[in-house]
């Protein structure tokens, strides 16, 4: 098996809750440590954050971030805004691949997390967490460019209509001294992904109007993911998801010379996508006064498939099928370390691959 080794060494300050700079610098996946970016992962949790702030900048100088606030006994709630899209919709848009893989190949419009906003409601030693999401990214124009009375050659008539957005539910529940575990936590994640592409365009050439269409409509979409995480006091930490993202969407493109009504062309690519993944992770805690270091690994099952049909509706016959089918299987490792200096300056390290 082809290895791929990274490394990361990091010093940093550490105020409050470090989150994204201290996993980054740790180089471990978020299951393998206890921290409040888990809370996004499973709503429970956010009962052991209750009361604080995060904020974080992101790479192109926008922040996100969010409060936790405890409102009873047995209530708590978070509000999140602007986080960094972590659903991989995107990437089945762009799935790179061979002929006709390329997904919607109406743009790359990505939805923005507008809002999270996440409950826990507390039973002694049984939390139930909810996590509402909604993203979106959308855009409309018009563009006019027409010599008035009398239009020339070159003048246009451009409308266009493209969103993109996501609604989001994940259920959990999490159980203190469940079994064998010190805690034990389930949680599933569905989502509804729905993107449209309209693009009416008229250009005035050799004294008559051409019209060409651009059309693109998901027909189903959804994001499905189980995941389940215990812990033992002993250290260990064993994980198991699996998580089905589908998409099937239609891409039509039309083409009406001197806008007569008459086409001459008319096609309509029908694509089907899907990716299934499954891991099974587990990881080690070792604490010392100042140190704690963690290690781990996990086998990672990765399914792909394509389905593309070129028809096209003048002629009414198909031009051409694709299928393809991509498996592939992986053991990833990891082995991060962090080091208290003082109270305000941790070191951290990381070193994973596969």
Known sequence: MKKIFTMLFLVVAVFAFATTGRM??????????EDNSNVLYFP????????????????????FGGIHKK????????????????????????????????????GTRIP???????????????????????????????????NQPNPVG???????????????????VSMDNFAMFKKFLAALDFGLPK?????????????????????????????IGI?????????????????????????????????????ETNTVDEIEQSIMRLKLGVSKKLAFKKLTVYAGGSIDYEKNKWHSKDIDKIDKETDEEYNRDITDIKIPVFVSAEFILKKWLTLRAGINGY
């Open 24 to 33: 980054n610098g740790l180089l471990a996946p978020y299951w393998a440590v």
């Open 44 to 63: 429970s949790l956010i009962s052991e954050y209750n009361n604080s702030v995060r904020l974080e900048g992101l790479s192109d100088s926008a922040f």
């Open 71 to 106: 409102l009873s006994e047995t209530l708590d709630f978070s509000l999140y805004v602007n986080k960094p899209y972590t659903n991989d919709l995107d990437e089945i848009w762009n799935q790179p691949g061979g002929k006709d893989t390329n997904g919607i190949h109406s």
């Open 112 to 146: 923005t997390n507008y809002i999270d906003l996440l409950f826990s409601f507390n039973f002694n030693s049984l939390r139930l967490g909810i996590l509402l999401n909604y993203a979106n990214n959308s855009d409309n124009s018009t563009s006019t460019d027409i």
């Open 154 to 172: 070159g003048n246009t008539d451009n409308t266009m209509d493209d969103y993109s957005r996501e609604f989001n539910l994940i259920l959990n």
């Open 195 to 223: 993107h449209k592409y309209n693009e009416h365009n008229l250009s005035y050439v050799a004294g008559d109007w051409d019209l060409i269409e651009w059309k693109v409509d998901t027909k189903g979409a959804t994001y």
């Open 227 to 263: 995941r389940m995480l215990s812990t033992t006091e002993k250290g260990y930490n064993f994980f198991l998801n699996f998580h089905l993202n589908g998409l099937n969407h239609d891409s039509e493109e039309i083409i009406d010379d001197d806008n007569n009504g008459t086409l």
